[in-house]
């Protein structure tokens, strides 16, 4: 049976339309930012000194992508994370009494030697660590705490001594059980923290008297002091860079 004629010049001229409306409605989308390139994992750059995804999925050993330090599973009471889903593919869960210590595989052991440093990570603390100081990275000459109220302190030391540091805290809360791209930089008179992309905290200082930091003396995870400050949550990926970046992802 044929339609009539109308029949199909309806829709010839619909299917036309269709045509014209779908591009122009993408190039809308496009534009309003939704099919906008959401943020990414982690890569290694120019000034990437390390970069730790901690997104193998399994082993309790984790490879660096420049400078050849490996991570390794420190726990006084024989714990060890385990492997969940992240924000990017596979994710580290620190249970709490755990942390990561560095040590390199290659010679010479890759430094920070700029003056200039940027420690990023994805995040996902736990609500199980609410209400305590939690660990997120230490270096030389530098340290890093999720405060019990969930602020972020990023601090240097002023002589090169942890009995003597000046730091940036954070106004705003981390928030738990959620994923959030932490940054922390120092230039030689600010230091900085970057909370998905934005500026939360700054502190002006110029006095430090950093010294060229191997990697090899990095601890993932703990803080130090007496409260035992370890994390509780997931980690996934973790860089550092010979430079103060000022741009980052925006979750």
Sequence with gaps: MF?????????FFSLAAAFRVVPALAIFLWTAGLFAAGPSA?????DTVILWGLNEGEGMV???????VELKVTSPDGKEPT???????????????????????????????????????WLKPSEEGAGKP????????????????????????ADGQTNNEVGATTKGKLPYGEWSHVAMTYNGSVL?????????????????NIQPAT?????????????????????????????ARSEFPVP
């Design 83 to 121: 492997w969940v889903e992240g924000k990017f593919g596979k994710a580290l869960s620190f249970p709490g009494g755990v942390s990561l210590g560095a040590s390199s595989t290659k010679s010479p052991v890759p430094e920070l030697s700029t003056g200039e440093v940027t420690v990023e990570a």
């Design 42 to 46: 982690l890569t290694v750059e120019p």
């Design 62 to 68: 984790f490879g660096d992508q420049v400078g050849g």
């Design 3 to 11: 339609l009539p004629f109308h029949r199909y010049q309806t829709r």
């Design 134 to 157: 939690m660990g997120i990275l230490q270096m030389s000459g530098f340290r890093a705490v999720i405060g019990p109220n969930g602020t972020v302190t990023w601090l240097v030391a």
């Design 192 to 208: 900085r923290v970057f909370i998905n992309g934005e500026i939360a905290a700054e502190h002006e200082f110029a006095g430090a």
């Design 215 to 243: 990697m090899s003396g990095v601890i993932i995870g703990y803080f130090g002091g007496a409260e035992k400050p370890y994390f509780i949550g997931d980690i996934n990926g973790i860089r550092i860079s010979n430079k």
